[in-house]
């Protein structure tokens, strides 16, 4: 994404600066709150002025700009998220505002040169202190030590949506601005930042990026469609943003007619594509989906029509916590997921969604690549994917055929291996994602059932079952001798 830091002499110029805001450690009689463990900053828009976040081709903006960008950055003041142990925010108290142009404001803050630093950059009509932002920095504080950076640039998204994606260029460059003070002045290397952006955010962070040599890493959070799906590398996140680029597509349906307000375009190392990318469980869509004027459609219904849209942070959100609950499976389209075509993990392994992808890079081809997975219709949205293959014993009979797998951490609920004519020696394989990972699987549990009376009363049971966990080579198999009657739990043990 390279773009040109500065203009010529006919060109008009956009400049301005951008200033962090910092709450100073509040004294709650909480000792977790008086030990900083983690960093919370807002970042902020100042007045305008010349400065390095550089001018603006008009050849590079987007029609629509009108040869000019409002103010945006515009500063909300929060207390420091220090321990996990925040659940709710104090008043206000005194703030310290950090300037790049001023070291000294850094110094007297908590920012932390030794510690990876996360900006979090909100979409369309959003805003910098909306809870799922803190809420995002928060679950960070709970695993690391961690700068969280907050941008917050409403003035700039609660315009109209044409007005708001031209400012995406100024919101990136006023990122990339601060990273370079950061490096400029602290030897604070690029390298260890993240950039985390949602909807339009993500594009922003890929100008961040363009402008940013050795950026560490991009994540994209349900990247938009409209103005940027298609367009060139210049004015859309794409993989030469950072070292590691990070994909996470959630509402990839056609704008047209099916309101699909994220993109389906590959734009990371690892684009992924939960539930397929285009409905998520839990989202419905009515009679509104129909509408297609993007001004008109956040108001008042953001959180019902854009629900696919959202989703993509409330899923990295949880993957921050749940470290091996978003395992997603390389293949080459979600009907071949569906069909189980794509299980279990390769050689290679399998990238987690969201906040721990990063252990994947270096993993894969050159290629962008898709992977996939399923998860929750609600909170707790993690999964953990399972194969089972039953051999089956005893007599013929019609009905169905469940399990459920025990282990030490705990037990799944019975899920539905095959349905039909139940034939001695024959095989049936499936795949179910379960709530919880269960952990070292200890024993199978076995049912069958028709719900038709049946005068014969035909016992079946289950010779063989074999069970993987989807990131690990090692299959499980389990026996049992027995035969059972219809709605009888018949138990396997290793063998």
């Known amino acids: 994404m390279p773009v040109p830091l500065s203009s010529s002499a006919a060109e008009p110029a956009l400049t301005a600066t951008t200033r962090l805001t910092w709450l100073p450690q509040m004294k ?8 900083p463990k983690s960093t919370l900053i807002t970042l902020r828009r100042s007045q305008p002025s010349n400065s390095e976040a550089g001018a603006f081709p008009l050849g590079y903006m987007r029609a629509g700009a009108g040869g000019a960008f409002p ?48 900006f979090i950059i909100h979409g369309f009509i959003d805003k910098g202190e909306e809870s799922w932002l803190l809420e995002m920095c928060k679950n ?12 917050d640039w409403k003035k700039g998204s609660q315009t109209t949506y044409t007005q708001a994606a031209n400012n995406v260029r100024v919101v990136g460059a006023q990122v990339a601005q601060m990273i370079s003070m950061l490096s400029t002045n602290y030897s604070y290397s ?73 993109t389906k375009q590959l734009l990371g190392h690892l684009d992924f594509f939960p539930n397929g990318g285009e409905e998520m469980p839990g989202c419905k869509k009515n009679a509104l989906s129909q509408i297609v004027d993007l001004d008109g459609i956040w108001e008042g219904t953001r959180d019902f029509v854009a629900c696919n849209h959202l989703r993509s942070y409330k899923y990295y959100s949880e993957s921050i916590l ?36 990063d252990k994947f890079a270096g993993r894969t081809s050159g290629e962008p690549q898709k992977f996939f997975l399923n998860t929750g219709d609600s909170s707790n949205f993690a999964r953990w994917r399972y194969g089972v293959s039953i051999t089956l014993s005893g007599k013929i009979a019609t009905g169905q055929v469940k399990v459920a797998l025990f282990g030490n951490k705990g037990n799944t609920h019975q899920f539905d291996v095959f349905r039909g004519i139940l034939t001695p ?18 024993k199978v549990k076995f049912l069958w059932n028709n719900n038709v009376i049946n005068p014969t009363f035909p016992k079946v049971g289950a010779a063989k079952i074999t069970v993987q966990k989807g990131e690990e080579k090692t299959a499980h198999n389990f026996c049992s001798e027995s035969t059972v009657r219809e709605d009888v739990l018949l138990t396997l043990m290793p063998c």
């Not at 020696?425 to 070292?440: E, M, P, R």
């Open 28 to 35: 709650p009689s909480s000792p977790a709150w008086r030990t």
């Open 71 to 118: 103010f945006i950055l515009i500063d909300e003041y929060y207390p420091p998220l220090l321990e996990f142990a925040a659940v709710s925010f104090p008043g206000l108290v005194n703030y310290l505002t950090l300037l790049p142009s001023d070291p000294s404001t850094i110094e007297a803050s908590n920012f932390q040169t030794n510690r990876k630093t996360r």
């Open 140 to 151: 960070m504080f709970a695993v690391e030590e961690v700068n969280c950076i907050c941008v």
């Open 190 to 262: 690029p390298s260890q930042v993240h950039l985390i952006g949602h909807s339009l955010g993500a594009h922003a962070a890929g100008e961040a990026g363009s402008r940013t040599p050795g950026l560490g890493r991009i994540t994209g959070l349900d990247p938009v469609e409209a103005s940027f799906q298609g367009t060139p590398e210049e004015v859309r996140l794409d993989p030469s943003d950072a070292d590691f680029v990070d994909v996470i597509h959630t509402d990839a349906a056609a704008l047209i007619p099916f309101l699909g307000f994220g």
């Open 322 to 357: 749940n470290p091996d609950g978003f395992a997603s499976y390389p293949c080459a389209s979600y009907k071949a997921f569906e069909s189980n075509k794509c299980f279990p993990c390769p050689d290679e392994g399998c990238p987690q969604m969201g906040h721990y992808a």
């Open 425 to 442: 020696g024959s095989t049936h394989s499936n795949q179910f994602d379960a709530k919880l990972d269960i952990g070292t699987i200890e």
